[in-house]
């Protein structure tokens, strides 16, 4: 356990590594499987988030008996965060709700306990509109949304992707924590980008390093790939003419391009980010704070590549903590859930997570468990070999 002025550092290796002459390449590779494999959900985490899903479901079923429910977003491909919100989507298989229910949610939501109403927020003017809240008995948060089917086809083709790319979700995870430290992960609180925003511009840099031939020793591997998604985005890549797009092989199109066959919003936003699913939609187009997010990138890259430049003997601990930390109040909420809802892991399962996340149909169906019932809300606050070298002079603009 570390003090809030000690932010967890789970990627720190063996003292005698630092220093010895390893390189820093090879050593912030190990520091980023290592927090990978701390961030990921444990078995624990995992079933109280099934757990709050299925009485979510239960709830949205017993108020719409024509529903179907499904999980969307980072917990269904698994690159989820301790405290990442869980999206799910209701469709009526009855009838198709011109108006989705959105404030007869809200209510219900309410009356039955499920949300304290401090947490429920109708967001009605955003392009899917949804019903962010709190659950009560987990404290995990949800973003619930209405007839928008797009989103499960998005989490299934990430999962695809994953299998093509397998160094996708330790990328991903670690600037999802990088963006989240900053309150850079929340395109409507902050103008950020979103989950699978940042998932799209990770598979867009990973197709172009493919198309380019790039491999790399197995040694230093994820701390190369590191530092040049930071520079291809921070120093690189030309917003004001490219699209990043995963469609083809080469992880970006032009801005005029999609223009001229897409024409939807006019693709003028700084970042641009198209939909797989639905081609003409901009995922970029309200991440106001882009620029700053390149900005950041940039700095950060400037930050790990000082780093990997040292003599390897004057190295004297962590490199990823120069740019990535894990705040006290997520190891408090990681505490407070393994304490009281460890009940959930049957005696014989491992520590580690189940072997995949939740898969349509899948999620737990028992019954709510009277301890789950009896736990009380959680009082923690929860608001997820090649050398480089530190040039910080003035980009050149990549052409894809």
Same mark, same amino acid.
Request: net charge neutral.
């Given at each position: =356990?570390?003090?809030?002025?000690n932010?967890?550092?789970?990627?720190?290796?063996?003292?005698?590594?630092?220093?010895?002459?390893?390189?820093?390449?090879?050593?912030?590779?190990?520091?980023?499987?290592?927090?990978?494999?701390?961030?990921?959900?444990?078995?624990?985490? /995992?079933?109280?988030?099934?757990?709050?899903?299925?009485?979510?479901?239960?709830?949205?079923?017993?108020?719409?008996?024509?529903?179907?429910?499904?999980?969307?977003?980072?917990? &269904?491909?698994?690159?989820?965060?301790?405290?990442?919100?869980?999206?799910?989507?209701?469709?009526?298989?009855?009838?198709?709700?011109?108006?989705?229910?959105?404030?007869?949610?809200?209510?219900?939501?309410?009356?039955?306990?499920v949300?304290d109403?401090?947490?429920?927020?109708?967001?009605d003017?955003?392009? @899917?509109?949804?019903?962010?809240?709190?659950?009560?008995?987990?404290?995990?948060?949800? *973003?619930?949304? /209405?007839?928008?089917?797009?989103?499960?086809?998005?989490?299934?083709?990430?999962? *695809?992707?994953?299998?093509? /790319?397998?160094?996708?979700?330790?990328?991903? =995870?670690?600037?999802?924590?990088?963006?989240?430290?900053?309150?850079?992960?929340?395109?409507? &609180?902050?103008?950020?980008?979103?989950?699978?925003? %940042?998932?799209?511009?990770c %598979?867009?840099?990973?197709?172009?390093?493919?198309?380019?031939?790039?491999?790399?020793?197995?040694?230093?591997?994820?701390?190369?790939?590191?530092?040049?998604?930071?520079?291809?985005?921070?120093?690189?890549?030309?917003?004001?003419?490219?699209?990043?797009?995963?469609?083809?092989?080469?992880?970006?199109?032009?801005?005029?391009?999609l223009?001229?066959?897409?024409?939807?919003?006019?693709?003028q936003s700084?970042?641009?980010?198209? *939909?797989? %699913?639905?081609?003409?939609?901009?995922?970029?187009?309200?991440?106001?704070?882009?620029?700053? @997010?390149?900005? =950041?990138?940039?700095?950060?890259?400037?930050?790990?590549?000082?780093l990997?430049?040292?003599?390897?003997?004057?190295?004297?601990?962590?490199?990823?903590?120069?740019? @990535?930390?894990?705040?006290?109040? @997520?190891?408090?909420?990681r *505490?407070?859930? $393994?304490?009281? /809802?460890? $009940?959930?892991?049957?005696?014989?399962?491992?520590?580690?997570?189940?072997?995949?996340?939740?898969?349509?149909?899948?999620?737990?169906?028992?019954? &709510?468990?009277?301890?789950?019932?009896?736990?009380?809300?959680?009082?923690?606050?929860?608001?997820?070999?090649?050398?480089?070298?530190?040039?910080?002079?003035?980009?050149?603009?990549?052409e894809?």
């Amino acid at each position: =356990m570390c003090d809030a002025e000690n932010p967890a550092k789970p990627w720190r290796l063996a003292n005698n590594l630092y220093g010895n002459g390893t390189p820093a390449l090879s050593l912030l590779h190990l520091e980023i499987e290592r927090f990978y494999n701390f961030i990921q959900s444990t078995a624990t985490e /995992f079933y109280l988030r099934a757990e709050a899903v299925r009485c979510i479901e239960d709830m949205l079923v017993s108020i719409w008996p024509g529903a179907s429910v499904e999980v969307f977003g980072s917990f &269904r491909t698994g690159l989820n965060l301790p405290l990442s919100d869980i999206d799910l989507v209701v469709e009526n298989r009855r009838s198709y709700w011109y108006n989705p229910p959105l404030y007869e949610l809200e209510s219900e939501l309410v009356a039955r306990g499920v949300a304290d109403p401090q947490t429920v927020n109708v967001v009605d003017t955003a392009a @899917v509109p949804v019903v962010k809240f709190t659950e009560r008995v987990s404290q995990i948060k949800f *973003d619930i949304s /209405f007839n928008v089917g797009s989103g499960v086809k998005a989490a299934e083709l990430i999962k *695809d992707l994953i299998h093509e /790319f397998p160094d996708l979700p330790k990328l991903v =995870m670690v600037l999802k924590q990088f963006l989240a430290m900053h309150g850079l992960n929340d395109v409507y &609180r902050s103008g950020g980008i979103s989950s699978y925003g %940042i998932t799209l511009m990770c %598979i867009g840099f990973l197709q172009h390093q493919s198309q380019n031939n790039l491999k790399y020793n197995n040694n230093n591997r994820l701390g190369i790939l590191l530092l040049k998604f930071l520079e291809y985005y921070g120093r690189k890549f030309d917003f004001n003419k490219y699209a990043i797009s995963v469609t083809g092989k080469g992880g970006c199109e032009t801005k005029e391009q999609l223009r001229s066959t897409m024409g939807n919003y006019n693709w003028q936003s700084f970042l641009s980010i198209q *939909d797989p %699913i639905t081609p003409s939609n901009d995922i970029g187009r309200s991440s106001y704070a882009a620029l700053g @997010v390149m900005k =950041m990138f940039e700095a950060a890259f400037q930050k790990l590549s000082r780093l990997v430049d040292l003599d390897p003997t004057r190295i004297t601990g962590p490199i990823l903590d120069s740019i @990535v930390e894990v705040p006290q109040q @997520v190891i408090n909420y990681r *505490d407070w859930v $393994h304490y009281n /809802f460890r $009940h959930l892991v049957s005696s014989g399962s491992s520590s580690g997570p189940p072997p995949s996340p939740p898969s349509p149909g899948k999620i737990l169906k028992r019954r &709510r468990s009277s301890q789950y019932n009896d736990s009380k809300p959680c009082t923690t606050s929860t608001s997820e070999g090649e050398s480089t070298d530190g040039n910080a002079n003035a980009p050149n603009m990549l052409e894809c």
